[in-house]
């Protein structure tokens, strides 16, 4: 078992495995950000409704919802209750745990039963547990008998360096170089196995990490955008502003007052 639990085989796969509850004061509404990561939604109660933002299209209702790689927002509506399980894994994880490529779930979201038949009773088995412990060792057991059928083969090890070439560089042709191959074969292999372009899951990474940044800044207190844009690799304050407003649908700064974690209590008078 790895240090938090999770089965060490799961551990390349699965990034995050944990309850969620969107609280009182969200209506049962949650925005769905651009991720380097896969993401796996099972309400604890009812369907959820998710809609693109800023594409045409009414919401799709779903009992289960499967989200691949994409790089705009997404509104969850959960009308039945505000808790679920919330899974993330990374690209390899959808071949590894699922039996898809995660290419062919980019940009696009879909029902569970759809994608994995064998888990199709997935929601009903986690309404009936009693605890989250149980939930989770059900989800895990689930997830371990899907890395049993499908393997972990050769093809997602290499799949797993290619990432984190690209996780580690600015460049796409960086990422190339470390990996010894040309970036028009590179570019050719991250999009059919993904579904995005080395240069589109550079801009996950980059979102991501100005993401966790926000996050921290406004826990402790205090959220300097331009710090967090340096930090991320954005040119400026500006250039983070407008990539949020590109992606997220919103600024920075709206989303953690929608969204983020509660500004710190003020210090006590002494």
Same mark, same amino acid.
């Given at each position: 078992?790895? &240090? ?21 004061? #969200? ?8 991720? #380097? ?36 927002? %997404?509104?969850?509506?959960?009308? %039945?209750? +505000? ?34 038949? &064998? ?42 360096? +290619? ?59 205090? +959220?300097?955008? &331009? ?23 919103? +600024? ?19």
């Amino acid at each position: 078992m790895s &240090a938090d639990g999770m089965s060490a085989a799961l551990s390349p796969y699965v990034t995050t495995l944990a309850a969620y509850d969107l609280g009182p004061g #969200s209506g049962g509404v949650h925005r769905g950000l651009p991720s #380097s990561t896969l993401s796996v939604t099972i309400p604890e109660d009812g369907p959820v409704d998710i809609a693109w933002l800023g594409r045409p299209g009414p919401a799709r209702r779903l009992r289960a919802a499967v989200a691949g790689l994409h790089l705009d927002a %997404a509104e969850l509506r959960q009308r %039945a209750g +505000t808790r679920g399980v919330w899974l993330t894994l990374t690209p390899p994880g959808a071949a590894a745990l699922l039996g898809v490529p995660a290419s062919a779930l980019a940009g696009e979201v879909a029902d569970l039963a759809d994608v994995v038949p &064998a888990l199709a009773d997935l929601p009903e088995r986690l309404a009936g547990c009693r605890s989250w412990a149980q939930r989770r060792a059900l989800v895990e057991h689930r997830l371990l008998a899907g890395l049993a059928r499908h393997g972990d083969r050769a093809a997602r090890r290499t799949s797993r360096a +290619t990432l984190a070439a690209l996780s580690g560089t600015a460049r796409v042709e960086e990422a190339a170089r470390l990996l010894g191959c040309s970036r028009r074969h590179l570019s050719g292999a991250v999009r059919g196995e993904f579904g995005v372009t080395p240069k589109e899951y550079q801009r996950l990474v980059r979102f991501e990490a100005a993401r966790r940044r926000l996050v921290a800044a406004a826990r402790s207190g205090r +959220t300097a955008l &331009a710090e967090v844009a340096a930090a991320s690799g954005f040119a400026d304050q500006a250039h983070l502003t407008r990539e949020w407003r590109a992606m997220a649908g919103c +600024t920075p700064t709206e989303w953690l007052r929608a969204e983020g974690p509660p500004a710190p209590p003020p210090p006590a008078p002494r």
